[in-house]
Structure formats: structure tokens, C-alpha cells
């Protein structure tokens, strides 16, 4: 069975810097489609960032240069380095894994972002 486990999220005033991760067990991060989404109050779920098995990358446009999206293989987690951070990007992130074999998506519980003017 898939679970993936977020953490470091947290309380960070405008222009500080969170590095969020998301640990994966019953799924291999390296062979896996991944991303990180959030979703702010009244607002739909959105796409932040995406990194494909060949570590391909893409980004929403509000964060490109801001964050980076990365995976550490050996530890099957997936990362989400936020910089520059903005009241606007407060939500709950979400880790998303998509089964590069049956297609499934799977989700993780999510963890809060709170970024104070």
C-alpha cells in the first residue's frame, strides 16, 4: 500500500525560505511520476511543481524561480525548497504520487504553509 508522509511545513514571514518533504513507502519516488500541490482556503487544488521519473520538471508560473522540486532516491523522498515566500502561497501542500504502472494517484494528508505579511 502507497503512503507518503509530508512534513516541514510551518508559520514563516514574507521572504523566508521552507523546504518541505514528502516521504514515500510502498512506492519507488525514482520509477514515479510526482508533484506537490496546494490548495488555499475557497480555492481550488492546484499544480505547484511536477518531476517525472527522468527528472524532467515543471512549475506553476507564480513560483518559477521561487521553488525547486527535487527527489533523493535513496531515501524514496521527494522535496519542495520554497524561497522568497509570499503571503499569497498560503495553503495546504499536498504530495502527489502517480503509479507509473497502474495510474493511480495517490495522496498524502498534506501540511500547512502559513506565510505572514
Known amino acids: 500500500q502507497v503512503q507518503l508522509v509530508e512534513s516541514g511545513g510551518g508559520l514563516v514571514q514574507a521572504g523566508g525560505s521552507l523546504r518541505l518533504s514528502c516521504a514515500a513507502s510502498?512506492?519507488?519516488?525514482?520509477?514515479?511520476?510526482m508533484g506537490w500541490y496546494r490548495q488555499a482556503p475557497g480555492r481550488q487544488r492546484e499544480l505547484v511543481a511536477g518531476?517525472?521519473?527522468?527528472?524532467?520538471?515543471n512549475y506553476a508560473d507564480s513560483v518559477k524561480g521561487r521553488f525547486t522540486i527535487s527527489r533523493d532516491n535513496a531515501k524514496n523522498t521527494m522535496y519542495l525548497q520554497m524561497n522568497s515566500l509570499k503571503p499569497e502561497d498560503t495553503a495546504v501542500y499536498y504530495c502527489?504520487?502517480?503509479?507509473?504502472?497502474?495510474?493511480?494517484?495517490?495522496w498524502g494528508r498534506g501540511t500547512q504553509v502559513t506565510v505572514s505579511s
Open positions: 502527489n504520487l502517480r503509479s507509473a504502472t497502474s495510474f493511480v494517484n495517490y
Open positions: 510502498g512506492a519507488i519516488v525514482s520509477i514515479n511520476a
Open positions: 518531476i517525472t521519473s527522468g527528472r524532467s520538471t
